[in-house]
Structure formats: C-alpha cells, structure tokens
C-alpha cells in the first residue's frame, strides 16, 4: 500500500470513530505498524489535517474535515452502488428517487476511469419475494419526523384488522424485502413497538417528543438483544 492510499485509509478510519481511538485500534483495523500510525498521523497533522490527540490516550478528527469527493476507491463506489440499488427496490417513492440522485451526483464527480463502476456496474441487489407492500401513507413526512424528533398520531390496523389511533415517538424506518417498518415509542402501549406502513391508515405529525432520538434508539436496542438471549 503507498503513503497516499494509507493517509486515505486512516482519514476514513478516524471518521469511523466518534471518540479518541488509540493507535494499536488503528494498526489493527489499517493492518499496518503502530510505529506506522504514529508516523503518518504526525505527517497528516503537519499538513495542517485536523487531528487531535496523543500518543497512549487516542486521536479524534475533527468535526468538518472532509475529503475530496473525487477520492473514492473502486470498492467505495462499489459499496454506494450495491446501496443505492437496494433502497431503489424497497425505499418509499420519495427516497428511491433520492437514492438515483445520489448515485447521479457521485457520477458527476467521479474521474473517469471510476465512472464505469458506477454506471455499468455488475453488482445488483435483487428482492428474492415480493415487492414490499404499498404504504398507507405517505412516508416522506414521517421520516422528517424521525429526523426531527417530533411525534405522530396515526390510525393503525394490527395483523388482525383491529384499528386504533396511537400516538407514537419514531426513532426508526426498517426496511425488509416485504414490508416498511417504523420503530416507535407507543404512549398507549408505553412500551416499544413496530408498526408496518401499509397498515397506517392516516398519519398527523405533531410536538416534539420529550426524549432524543438517540436515547430511544439506544434504549430499544438493549432490550431487543435483552429479549434475544432470554
């Protein structure tokens, strides 16, 4: 591996990480020397790259620093390639648009040598069943809720067709081959709960729910692997 792809490779690895990461973490996951680290992060801070930190404690990258768009490896544009096309085939109408946006403005950005993977790429993701089935709603607010924090008050029919109006705190989309599914805090239930897109029969969005989206996220992954292992 040359200077510049391991420069490349380390940038990419610090903004991975939200909190310091030592450079033993970083030797492991670059598959090089920690004497190497060392060396390269002081060639990087010397060229004015925003890293902070110290030998012993870890290093951390500076919110705002980016790299150039062009500096993509082939499996890079090969990942956002295979992603793109499998939320095109399960992503609401609004986000499947997104998702051909994005992979036309890395397209622009490219150099030409890296187009080709992008635009005749061999690498599909196909649905194996069905499509998923058509929302009750539309789904685009509800995902600048989540975003946002906000609350929704929707009308719901359960598996057996039973409907109730709940008010929940989303905190997640899930999307599966066969069905959209909202992560949410119902105040009903007061508990956590999933609720299926096409089961929503109409949907309000309203106040901001007390608590951060994070924090529920977090929250119901404990108890989801808590439930796993009992």
Same mark, same amino acid.
């Given at each position: *591996?040359?200077? #510049?792809? $391991?420069? &490349?490779?380390? =940038?990419?690895?610090?903004?991975?990480? $939200?909190?310091? !990461?030592?450079?033993? #973490?970083?030797?492991?996951?670059?598959?090089?020397?920690?004497?190497?680290?060392?060396?390269?992060?002081?060639?990087? +801070? #010397?060229?004015?790259?925003?890293?902070?930190?110290?030998?012993?404690?870890?290093?951390?990258?500076?919110?705002?620093?980016?790299?150039?768009?062009? *500096?993509?490896?082939?499996?890079?544009?090969?990942?956002?390639?295979?992603?793109?096309?499998?939320?095109?085939?399960?992503?609401?109408?609004?986000?499947?648009?997104?998702?051909?946006?994005?992979?036309?403005? =890395?397209?622009?950005?490219?150099?030409?040598? &890296?187009?080709?993977?992008?635009?005749?790429?061999?690498?599909?993701?196909?649905?194996?069943? #069905?499509?998923?089935?058509?929302?009750?709603?539309? !789904?685009?607010?509800?995902?600048?809720?989540?975003?946002?924090?906000?609350?929704?008050? +929707? !009308?719901?029919?359960?598996?057996?067709?039973?409907?109730?109006? $709940?008010? +929940?705190?989303?905190?997640?989309?899930?999307?599966?081959?066969?069905?959209?599914? !909202?992560?949410?805090?119902?105040? *009903?239930?007061?508990?956590?709960?999933?609720?299926?897109?096409?089961? =929503?029969?109409? *949907?309000?969005?309203?106040?901001?729910?007390?608590?951060?989206?994070?924090?529920?996220?977090?929250?119901?992954?404990?108890?989801?692997?808590?439930?796993?292992?009992?």
């Amino acid at each position: *591996m040359n200077r #510049a792809d $391991r420069f &490349l490779r380390l =940038i990419q690895a610090l903004r991975r990480h $939200r909190r310091p !990461v030592t450079a033993d #973490a970083l030797a492991r996951e670059l598959e090089v020397s920690t004497r190497t680290v060392y060396r390269d992060i002081a060639a990087l +801070i #010397a060229s004015r790259a925003p890293i902070r930190g110290e030998a012993g404690v870890g290093y951390v990258l500076e919110k705002g620093y980016d790299l150039p768009p062009l *500096m993509f490896t082939p499996d890079e544009v090969e990942a956002v390639l295979v992603g793109m096309r499998w939320l095109r085939g399960r992503a609401d109408a609004t986000l499947s648009r997104a998702a051909d946006d994005v992979l036309a403005k =890395i397209g622009d950005v490219l150099p030409g040598p &890296l187009r080709p993977l992008l635009f005749e790429g061999a690498l599909f993701a196909p649905s194996l069943g #069905a499509s998923p089935a058509l929302d009750g709603v539309d !789904v685009a607010p509800l995902r600048g809720a989540i975003r946002t924090g906000l609350k929704a008050t +929707i !009308v719901y029919g359960d598996e057996k067709g039973v409907v109730s109006e $709940r008010v +929940i705190w989303p905190f997640g989309l899930a999307f599966f081959d066969a069905a959209r599914v !909202v992560l949410a805090w119902c105040e *009903m239930r007061q508990a956590f709960r999933h609720f299926r897109t096409d089961r =929503i029969h109409s *949907m309000s969005i309203g106040e901001k729910y007390p608590r951060r989206r994070a924090d529920l996220l977090r929250d119901w992954e404990r108890e989801t692997m808590r439930d796993a292992t009992d």
